[in-house]
T-cell receptor, first 113, second 114 residues
């Protein structure tokens, strides 16, 4: 049973526009969330995180929003660039166990020039 | 710092054969993790080590799977009597423990069982 779900396998966005990637979770014990980016033939790389004590975290062009009541988080990329084209995974853990993350199935983002 | 290294990058094996993968973590990282990623899915936790101690194992890690980190540095993951369902990308990661900044992943070993 998948505890972290990314229901959009792919997303296509024009360069310069906003990309919004969504993630839902079912386990109410999750209180720490990360986004990873993965290019082909490479391992996932850490992008941005958010703790459940916040509802927003920004890092440059990347912002993650957390809606705890809906068990939903989203990653906003503004403005989108062709180099952002990759697979994006969200991941969740309970803060007492940063050793084990549950990953969604990923969303492949294509930013068109 | 060369990051997390995994060897081999690709492995094709016949069903029933044993395979072993190696992971070299970032040198100062004391935690090492193994994840498995099948096609169209995200990484799934298999096991992790703190130094040489294996502290948690997933139910996904059947008795055909064994992982070691004998000196608290590199780690090996062995799969005995491989099955077609073992075909996947095996990802290794490391971190200073515990961390809120996620792990550093290697590029993975892609296993194909034919």
């Amino acid at each position: 049973d998948q505890q972290v779900k990314q229901n959009s396998p792919s997303l296509s966005v024009q360069e310069g526009r906003i990309s919004i990637l969504n993630c839902d979770y079912t386990n109410s014990m999750f209180d720490y969330f990360l986004w990873y980016k993965k290019y082909p033939a490479e391992g996932p790389t850490f992008l941005i995180s958010i703790s459940s004590i916040k509802d927003k975290n920004e890092d440059g062009r990347f912002t993650v929003f957390l809606n705890k009541s809906a068990k939903h988080l989203s990653l906003h990329i503004v403005p989108s660039q062709p180099g952002d084209s990759a697979v994006y995974f969200c991941a969740a853990s309970a803060s007492h166990n940063f050793n084990k993350f549950y990953f969604g199935s990923g969303t492949k983002l294509n930013v068109k020039p | 710092d060369t990051g997390v290294s995994q060897d081999p990058r690709h492995k094709i094996t016949k069903r029933g054969q044993n395979v072993t993968f190696r992971c070299d973590p970032i040198s100062e990282h004391n935690r090492l993790y193994w994840y498995r990623q099948t096609l169209g899915q995200g990484p799934e936790f298999l096991t992790y080590f703190q130094n040489e101690a294996q502290l948690e194992k997933s139910r996904l890690l059947s008795d055909r799977f064994s992982a070691e980190r004998p000196k608290g540095s590199f780690s090996t993951l062995e799969i005995q009597r491989t099955e077609q369902g073992d075909s996947a990308m095996y990802l290794c990661a490391s971190s200073l423990a515990p961390t809120e900044d996620g792990y550093t992943f290697g590029s993975g070993t892609r296993l194909t069982v034919v």
